[in-house]
């Protein structure tokens, strides 16, 4: 892959996740160069990016993640200071967007978040949007510039494809009927057959999974199941139970955005027959949290492909969360 021109190509970090704006840098063979970020006495934030940005393509690098709202503002400075210096284009790198959880009106006299934010991107200063797995495909929607949701399916294709695992009892469970169709896309790549899991939420961290998962999975031995992310963790470790209960003896849990709020990961990794639990970088995973069952992958490759294909106006379509990913073998 050729090397971007370091003197037209500005990348920056947020303070959200540095270690993978870093590591896109390094993918793609130019520096990261610095961000200066402070805080005055009055608690307004202070930004000013460390290198010019006239006349250059710009990306800036934050993912959504706790505290959100101090992320946010910090993303919407940066994408203002590079317009108003006059950057060519601006572009803004959210591995996690996490508003896109808050994609419909199902409450009286609430936001539609997502939709509010897509609009702030745009006012802020940013040209175009590089995400990943929405959590809703229809929040790609919300966006009137253009947007890019890419797909960590390859990253963990190519995983269980290396691990050279017999594979011959085993299947692929989606959560709920809105993972169905990734899920399936994600089973026909390892060529195994796949099974939905109806989901009724009973609160933000109790679910209740439909008997009809039981006929779905007889006779299989090892499920991988995946979704788009894993917060609290209620759903994940309800499914694992109901899996258990009837007959599962392996389980690999697999997911994009690796949030394991509270004790989400103990609790997972808890249950004997969880072999692994699989996740990428999107969302910063201190240390301290990691338990031995956990794998994490990084998308460093997948954002850094995806920032030198637009930059040389070349397709991106098989890097897509919906696209057809066979060119990525």
């Not at 978040?113 to 590089?130: F, P």
């Amino acid at each position: 892959m050729p090397a971007l021109d370091a003197d037209d190509v500005r990348i920056f970090s947020g303070r959200s996740h540095p270690e993978l704006a870093a590591d896109i840098a390094s993918y793609l063979s130019i520096p990261l160069d610095p961000t200066y970020c402070g805080t005055f006495s009055n608690d307004n934030l202070f930004i000013q990016l460390g290198a010019s940005v006239r006349g250059r393509a710009v990306y800036i690098v934050q993912s959504l993640v706790p505290p959100v709202s101090d992320h946010l503002i910090e993303l919407f400075m940066m994408l203002d200071i590079a317009r108003s210096a006059g950057a060519r284009e601006v572009h803004a790198i959210i591995p996690y967007f996490s508003y896109a959880r808050s994609d419909k009106k199902d409450a009286p006299r609430i936001s539609i978040a997502a939709r509010l934010i897509a609009d702030l991107l745009k006012t802020s200063g940013a040209t175009h949007v590089m995400t990943m797995t929405l959590h809703s495909p229809q929040v790609h929607g919300f966006f009137s510039i253009p947007t890019d949701p890419l797909t960590a399916r390859p990253l963990f294709v190519r995983h269980f494809q290396q691990m050279n695992l017999d594979l011959s009892k085993s299947i692929v469970v989606a959560p709920d009927f809105g993972r169905a169709r990734s899920a399936s896309m994600f089973a026909e790549r390892l060529n195994l057959p796949v099974a939905i899991a109806e989901k009724t939420r009973l609160s933000d961290t109790r679910v209740s999974i439909d008997a009809s998962i039981n006929r779905q999975i007889k006779g299989f031995r090892h499920a991988l199941v995946i979704d788009d992310e894993i917060a609290t963790g209620g759903t994940m470790i309800e499914l694992c139970r109901v899996l258990v209960k009837n007959g599962m003896e392996t389980i690999d849990v697999i997911c994009t955005h690796g949030l394991f709020s509270g004790n989400a990961l103990e609790k997972l990794s808890a249950f004997p027959e969880v072999r692994m639990i699989v996740t990428t970088n999107t969302v910063p995973i201190p240390p301290e949290k990691r338990v031995p069952k956990l794998t994490v992958l990084s998308v460093a490759p997948v954002f850094g492909e995806a920032i030198w294909r637009n930059y040389r106006r070349r397709s991106i379509g098989d890097l897509f969360t919906f696209g057809r990913d066979e060119e990525e073998e």
